[in-house]
């Protein structure tokens, strides 16, 4: 029978002989700390984190991230160069369209409503820089960082917009329709120009990606949608339109078919507008097409994309006979073109994510390289 000493503090030969092991000692016996130094009271004290914590967290490194952005006067320089270029801009197209004859009044109000329509741009271009110079730990991370940016440049842009539109009598709801999408453009293409730089490991490499969707979000979209144009241009059968209705700008909003098929020449724009719905201007334009009036120069070109989009059967009514009462309500093109830039952005950020782990272990897995004999 093994001794057991009969005084507890006396360690005997059970504490003092290095051979000796208690039976279970670590695995079943909680007074001794298990083999990897982890108490097994604290092991039980230990949760997993919830959505609450999870959320906290992100919330707090998207904080220390923006915060370190507002503590920079690169950023608020970036900042007052972006509603610079877009005041630039809108100004030179509107003086460019005057002396061409393009507009017959309203002057003041085209620059107001062009130069909202290019914060958008600016606001991409300014969201993927950021987001590729601010790579946060986390998705949710980097979700609230993009906001938060996005709110801190939507208020010297509303403030700028409010002015303007005040001063030259525009429609003050288009600085609102600005604000929102300003915001959601810092948001999305942040997340693409984050995405970008984890993708490859070589900082050339990543801003060559983030530039090629850039380019093609903000402009390469919009001509290969021109390009494609032409080829939509079909023959189609179509009746004769009664009891038509229009709305404020001359748009037919119902009608009724009779008579025989015939037909027509017709353009299906809807199949290749939504390629062009990405675009941040335009974008802004079918958000905001409601807030300018129905006679104002611009106001077709804000909403010339949603009727692209819709595709002939306003136009040229009673297309294969079908009355308006018959055919499936339009698709809102501003969610077409946000859906599009969501996708872009998980393309890129998921796959990046998973090669920058991927990286991140294997640098753990070799370690810290020895030096050899000299």
């Keep these: 029978m093994a001794w057991v000493p009969e005084d507890p503090d006396d360690p005997g030969p059970a504490r003092s002989d290095s051979d000796y092991e208690v039976i279970g000692g670590g695995v079943i016996d909680d007074r001794f700390p298990r083999r990897d130094g982890t108490a097994v009271n604290e092991l039980r004290g230990k949760r997993q984190p919830g959505i609450p914590d999870i959320l906290g967290a992100a919330l707090g490194e998207a904080w220390e991230d923006c915060y370190t952005s507002l503590r920079s006067w690169r950023f608020w320089v970036a900042c007052a160069s972006g509603l610079l270029l877009a005041w630039a801009m809108a100004s030179a197209v509107v003086a460019f369209a005057e002396a061409n004859g393009w507009f017959e009044s309203s002057l003041p109000s085209a620059t107001y409503i062009l130069m909202a329509g290019l914060m958008a741009a600016v606001s991409a271009l300014l969201g993927a820089v950021w987001g590729f110079r601010h790579v946060a730990r986390t998705f949710l991370g980097a979700l609230f960082a993009g906001i938060f940016r996005g709110a801190v440049f939507a208020v010297p842009s509303g403030i700028l917009l409010l002015v303007v539109g005040a001063g030259v009598g525009g429609p003050i709801g ?201």
């Design 174 to 374: 288009l600085a609102g329709a600005a604000v929102v999408v300003v915001v959601l453009e810092v948001l999305l293409f942040g997340l693409i120009g984050a995405g970008a730089r984890a993708c490859s490991a070589r900082t050339p490499a990543g801003v060559a990606l983030a530039a090629a969707l850039v380019a093609f979000l903000c402009l390469g979209n919009v001509a290969a949608t021109i390009a494609l144009l032409p080829g939509t241009a079909v023959m189609d059968q179509a009746s004769v339109p009664v009891n038509v209705e229009r709305d404020d700008s001359g748009r037919i909003t119902a009608y009724e078919c009779v008579g025989s098929l015939r037909p027509v020449e017709v353009a299906h724009t809807e199949r290749v507008a939504w390629l062009a719905a990405s675009n941040p201007v335009l974008l802004f334009g079918s958000i905001a097409a409601d807030a300018v009036p129905g006679e104002h120069e611009l106001a077709w070109v804000l909403a010339g994309l949603q009727w692209a989009a819709d595709g002939p059967r306003w136009d040229v009514p009673c297309i294969g006979g079908e009355s308006s009462d018959q055919l499936a309500p339009p698709v809102p093109i501003a969610l077409t073109g946000l859906a599009i830039q969501a996708a872009v952005a998980a393309l890129v950020l998921l796959p990046g994510r998973w090669l920058s782990s991927r990286r991140l272990t294997s640098r753990r897995s070799v370690g810290p390289q020895k030096p050899g004999p000299a």
